[in-house]
């Protein structure tokens, strides 16, 4: 435990006013209205229709905070804060800011939820700019991690992959770009279907990337593959929906076949990592019956899917997830 002091408890309890800041130049996508070229807060105002008054108020705070600049007349940003915040930027991170905006509703519920034990957000993924955030904000998480672990996951001389939840396919695409003989198999609810298709072909690995539609939960997955992976899906439901999961994708491998599992593994104590302890809570305000797992747990579902050789990969990801992996006899 620390020991902390009232000015620390409160720069934390008000830290979501930066948050806030930066989320709303997302949402407004002020970024691509700024470049190098100083611009008058009057001017941007006009552009994006906007009272000039208060986005003067937004455009000092993001200065303050680092993230554009204010001098000569007018507000600048440069390249790089452009570039990750600019919603027409192909390495755009906004999309996950859009997302983290859409859940602030569903976390200021948490003392809700904990009173309950239940999620009582009204918001899902139903409506099309959430599910779009959603989806392509996975899209973001995934490329600070996929380009890089495709160099390092043990996947050659695998021809079939099965993504399970795979979303955008992110993860499919960048190992069949590492592995020229894999091809594929993105399973995820039929309304992720034109992200993953669109995202495969943007990649130039749309004729090995194929997306097969359902629900992992009720619907059989098909079979005969070499790789199973199931990233960043288990936390989304409870251990007995978790333990039929991977009892599924583990029948969906031939023998021989390894099931890899990347989550935000907590460890057996439950109280660390801190990413994984806080993205339970996330799971808490915002699904049924989701929440981060111990590697224990992990390991016990894949053990209990019949997997062998059960060993958790050196790999540390951003925010601290980790990668089981087993193989099936
Ligand atoms: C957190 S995202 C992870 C996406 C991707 N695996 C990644 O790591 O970037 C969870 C994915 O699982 C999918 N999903 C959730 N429940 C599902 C279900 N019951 N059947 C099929 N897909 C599901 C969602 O649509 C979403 O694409």
């Known amino acids: 435990m620390t020991r902390p002091t009232p000015g620390e408890l409160l720069t934390l309890s008000g830290r979501y006013w930066e948050t806030c800041a930066l989320h709303a130049a997302a949402a407004l996508d002020l970024f691509a209205a700024l470049g190098p070229v100083p611009r008058p807060a009057a001017d941007l105002a006009r552009e994006l229709s906007l009272d000039p008054r208060a986005l003067g108020m937004l455009l000092d705070a ?30 755009s991170v906004r999309p996950m800011i ?13 003392p809700e939820a904990v009173r309950t034990g239940r999620a009582t957000s009204r918001h899902g993924f139903e409506d ?18 996929a380009p890089g672990l495709a160099r390092e996951l043990p996947l050659s001389g695998r021809a079939r992959l099965l993504d399970l939840g795979g979303g955008p396919g992110t993860y499919a695409i960048h190992f069949c770009l590492e592995n020229p003989g894999l091809s594929a198999t993105v399973f995820d609810q039929p309304a992720t279907r034109p992200f993953a298709l669109a995202t495969a072909g943007r990649f130039g690995v749309g004729d090995r990337v ?13 079979g005969g593959f070499d790789a199973a992976w199931l990233s960043q899906i288990l936390h989304g439901d409870g251990p007995a929906d978790c333990r039929s999961i991977v009892a599924k994708a583990a029948g ?6 390894v099931l890899f599992i990347h989550e935000f593994i907590l460890d057996d104590a439950g109280d660390t ?21 111990t590697e224990g747990e992990l390991r ?30």
């Open 98 to 110: 859009m997302h983290h905006h859409h859940i602030m509703e569903a976390w200021q519920l948490l």
């Open 252 to 257: 969906a491998l031939n023998p021989g076949g």
């Open 62 to 91: 993001l200065a303050a905070m680092g993230l554009a600049a204010k001098g000569d007349g007018g507000y600048r940003a440069d390249d790089e804060a452009r570039a990750l915040l600019a919603g027409d930027s192909p390495r």
């Open 210 to 222: 194929s997306f097969a539609p359902g629900d992992f939960l009720s619907d059989p997955l098909p």
């Open 300 to 329: 016990a579902m894949m053990e209990g899917a019949g997997l062998a050789d059960i060993r958790r990969l050196p790999f540390r990801g951003p925010n601290d997830s980790g990668i089981l992996a087993g193989v099936k006899p």
């Open 128 to 145: 099309p700019v959430r599910r779009e955030a959603f989806l392509m904000g996975m899209f973001v998480n995934a490329m600070a991690i």
């Open 273 to 293: 990592p801190l990413f994984a302890t806080l993205f339970a809570l996330n799971m808490l305000v915002q699904t049924r019956n989701g929440q981060s797992y």
